[in-house]
């Protein structure tokens, strides 16, 4: 149970004053549904209002607080031109500027020749003074009030920096005095302060240095974020540990039949990644290994030759994919070897309803289905194994470690394989996977195409489309990619619609479309007729970037490729160069770019090495956007940003070995205390190990 002294931070933001169920929904878009959303809600900068000056001598492009007379309202008579009004000290004038500005308001708070104190951005414009729309305008009483270092937020539509400032100000005021989980030697040698009063430094500032990278309040704050993260990825850790697992050793005779049927032999890496697989198996731990993989280097052969040996026991196998296209695909690749095999596959989907559904719940149940390849639905209630042994899970990110454990439960002593085709730089790795053991397929089958990779503007779409249509009279396939804009998803569908149409009009019947918003069985249809040739363009999302394989597809283009994270560029790309075809991928981008972005696209132009560009990225970009917005299932920090924080990542991953082996139960005082961390950030799962090992 999470600790009663949390209720309040976990309480809805419309417990907070002035936030009503109207204004909840931005609060959610701008940081979290909850009232411990808003404390991690950090300012990104400091606007000092302490500068003060006579008229004449502010200076342009300065803040500063200013105590004049209002002279003289000059409203104007053209609605396009401002609403001015005229002030005065005794060095000279300045005028305010309103845009739109409504009179009675105006009126109201700057009556003629009455003092008051404002607040804003010193102009210097046509030779005059003056300051467009003052942040602060209040009678020369609360002058104390404004003269400060304001805190300023990132906003969102509808809600003012005011507005957040308040309500972010109530938030941390609810915040209680929790007892110190960090250890107390380290914390004083690091000299930071307790988890209130960073929370406080941060968000009533005394000056800039407060939100800088290297202040302590931050510093903490990052810390105690990294050590929630480590600490539950250590105890999931211990807790599969502490589970005995099963010993699985096969008699290879499925394996033999299925090496048999495949019209290849495997790579030196499948090779050594399988071993390791079958060590792992065989041993009577659990298994928690993560095979990493760039796309088209064989992550799925491995993972049916490891589901075999669970077979060969005796037992079943699972194996989960991120979404429908690719639990198909990969029942359209295994169907037929485990065909060969002489052993049993059913697809399970969240589109199986009803009686087929039924039917193959009932065989599962009974055993007479050997291995169940799906999606999600491997996790409904009502699905039982007869004898679970082994889970392979493609995940590509989009699982969280509790859903690992679910699809556990299911069975007795359940090995797991997690694949993952994103190329992570080890920093990252820990984070989103602790101390995991892993195996790395840094081989390409042979035969593999590099792939011809060029940058070029939004402007030279023409030359595009006209290689497009040279692609499709060659035979040839071409993917063409839209982004998504995260703003709104009806301007995503419109952007894809809009190139579909442009498309069409080029190469009437040849162009198909997908995207997320498609029924299951359109999707299905239209992914099969571009497979089968049938349509020969296929626009689409971002839905094609898991693992779809049509060998004749030679041509990449990405549209507006500067809003991609770079792994997700390189997973798209790797659609392409399957087959023989040599193929190109064209990243068209608009311009102008920076120097980030530039340097960004030119990686991908320069290595198809997918931890290259993956370490390349986090270096330019930092750790919290390398994997590209939402879509990579990384865990998102609030506070800590791996590209100025991965030493603290380090700490956190010895401090958390160190408080399990002391006190694996966390039963102590500072036990109890890390507890609340771990609520705090939302590990409620990891405190649930504790109980149920
Ligand atoms: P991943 O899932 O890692 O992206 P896949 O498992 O889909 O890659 O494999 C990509 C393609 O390579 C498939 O068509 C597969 O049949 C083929 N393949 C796998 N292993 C080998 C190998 N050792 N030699 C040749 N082709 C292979
Ligand atoms: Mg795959």
């Known amino acids: 149970m999470r600790p009663q002294c949390l209720f309040p931070l976990f309480a809805p933001v419309t417990t907070l004053p002035g936030v009503g169920p ?32 006579k008229i004449m001598e502010a200076p342009a492009g300065r803040i500063a607080t200013l105590e004049v007379r209002v002279d003289a309202h000059l409203p104007s008579d053209n609605p396009r031109r401002p609403y001015r009004i005229r002030c005065v000290d005794d060095t000279g004038f300045l005028h305010l500027v309103f845009f739109h500005g409504r009179e ?38 609360q002058r104390e009030a404004v003269m400060v270092a304001e805190p300023v937020y990132s906003l969102t539509a509808g809600l003012s920096l005011k507005l957040v400032g308040r309500t972010v100000a109530a938030a941390v005021a609810t915040a209680p005095d929790l007892p110190e989980w960090q250890d107390a030697t380290w914390l004083a040698r690091q000299a930071w302060p307790s988890w209130k009063e960073a929370l406080t430094t941060l968000h009533h500032p005394a000056d ?15 810390f105690d974020e990294l050590l929630s993260n480590q600490l539950a990825l250590a105890m999931v850790r211990a807790h599969m540990r502490r589970l005995s697992g099963r010993e699985l050793a096969g008699d290879g005779v499925l394996r033999t039949k299925v090496m048999a049927a495949l019209p290849f032999s495997l790579t030196g890496a499948q090779q050594r990644a399988l071993a390791e697989i079958d060590a792992d198996m065989a041993a009577p731990l659990r298994m928690l290994r993560l095979l990493q993989g760039d796309v088209g280097s064989g992550k799925t052969v491995v993972a049916l030759l490891s589901m075999l040996t669970a077979v060969e026991c005796g037992a079943q196998a699972a194996m989960m994919a991120p979404t429908e296209i690719l639990a ?4 359209a690749t295994i169907h037929p070897l485990a065909d060969a095999a002489g052993i049993q596959v059913a697809l399970l989907t969240g589109r199986d309803k009803g009686r087929a559904r039924q039917a193959v719940l009932d065989a599962l149940a009974a055993g007479e289905i050997d291995l169940v390849i799906g999606t999600h639905a491997l996790f409904q209630e009502d699905v039982r194994f007869h004898d679970l042994a082994l889970a392979v899970i493609d995940e590509q990110h989009r699982f969280g470690v509790h859903q690992r454990l679910e699809l556990t439960s299911k069975g007795r002593a359940v090995d797991v394989l997690v694949m993952t085709a994103t190329p992570i730089p080890r920093t990252l790795l820990l984070t989103a996977y ?21 940058v070029l503007p939004l402007a030279r779409i023409e030359e595009v489309v006209a290689a497009a249509g040279r692609a499709v009279a060659s035979g040839a396939r071409v993917y063409w990619v839209c982004p998504l804009v995260e703003e709104s998803e009806a301007s995503d569908l ?11 009009e080029e190469f009437v019947g040849r162009v198909g479309v997908v995207h997320g918003r498609l029924k299951g069985a359109v999707k299905d249809s239209v992914m099969a007729a571009f497979a089968a040739g049938d349509v020969s363009i296929l626009v689409a999302t971002t839905v094609i970037e898991v693992g779809v394989d049509v060998p004749e597809a030679t041509l990449m283009v990405i549209e507006h490729a500067e809003r991609f994270g770079l792994a997700q560029l390189h997973q798209l790309r790797g659609r392409v160069g399957r087959g023989r075809g040599k193929s190109t991928c064209l990243l068209l981008y608009d311009a102008p770019l920076n120097e ?31 994997l590209g917005t939402r879509q990579s299932g990384l865990p998102e920090f609030a506070i800590a940003d791996l590209s100025i924080d991965g030493d603290l990542l380090a700490a956190a991953r010895d401090d958390s070995s160190l408080i399990l082996a002391r006190d694996p139960e966390l039963a102590s005082p500072r036990g109890d205390a890390l507890r609340t961390l771990l609520y705090l950030f939302d590990r409620d799962a990891a405190v649930r190990t504790l109980r149920s090992g």
């Open 22 to 53: 109207k204004m909840a929904p931005l609060y959610e878009r701008l940081a979290g549904p909850r009232v411990v959303d808003l404390l991690w809600h950090l300012p990104t900068s400091v606007v000092d209002r302490r500068f003060t000056a």
């Open 104 to 141: 009675d308001w105006l009126r109201r708070n700057l009556p003629e020749g009455e003092w008051r104190v404002v607040s804003g951005l010193v102009e210097h414009f046509n030779n005059e003074v003056q300051i467009t729309h003052p942040d602060h305008i209040v009678p020369l009483d």
């Open 208 to 222: 800039a240095a407060a939100e800088a990278a290297d202040s302590p309040a931050r510093r903490r704050l990052a």
């Open 328 to 331: 198909r695909q990969h029942m």
């Open 434 to 454: 602790g101390d995991m053991d892993a195996s790395r397929l840094d081989e390409k089958p042979p035969g593999r195409q590099s792939v011809d990779t060029r």
């Open 494 to 504: 419109a952007a894809v619609e809009q190139r579909h149409a442009h498309l069409s």
């Open 596 to 626: 980030t972005a530039k340097a960004r696209l030119e990686i991908m132009r320069a290595t198809e090495d997918g931890f290259r560009i993956a370490e390349e990225d986090l270096r330019l970009r930092g750790g919290g956007e390398v």
